[in-house]
């Protein structure tokens, strides 16, 4: 029975899993200085780097991991603040995209230095770059294998 706690599997996925709390506790504070949840700058940050700066709100919800009713939400506490915009399709006026707005870059810009300094200490800075590789080459592969639909999108890291 011994042998089944001790598996190799649970390890990994343990690991994989307190290292993701760990590291969104230690970012959470560099959102807030900025008003922001971690939520919203994930979504600035997506928007930011799409085509365009905008992306269609079901792409927002794919990649941000929300539901339909969840990303109009985001995306309507956004609006509120002046971060983003909804803009309808021109083709399909079904359709409708998030778009950042320049208040809405001007505060990532004020928010990324701090975000990319807690990455440096937190995350980056604590691997060498093989193993920072290594890292960014296993996420793809769990990402792609368990969020297909994440691949089907524009993909922000290529």
Partial sequence: MQELFDDPRLTAAGLLFEAHSGLLAKLEPTWKTHGLSGLDLNALMRLSRSPGHRLRMSDLATQTELSTSG???????????????????????????AALTEAGGRRLEQ???????????????????????GLVTALRILRDATNPSATAIARLDS
Avoid at 125 to 132: A, D, E, H, R
């Fill in 111 to 133: 928010a990324l230095p701090d975000y990319l300094a807690a990455l440096d200490q937190w995350l980056t800075g604590l691997l060498t770059p093989t193993q920072l590789d």
């Fill in 71 to 97: 990303v109009t939400r985001l995306v309507d506490r956004l609006a509120r603040d002046g971060l983003v915009e909804r803009q309808l399709a021109p083709a399909d006026r079904r359709s409708a995209y």
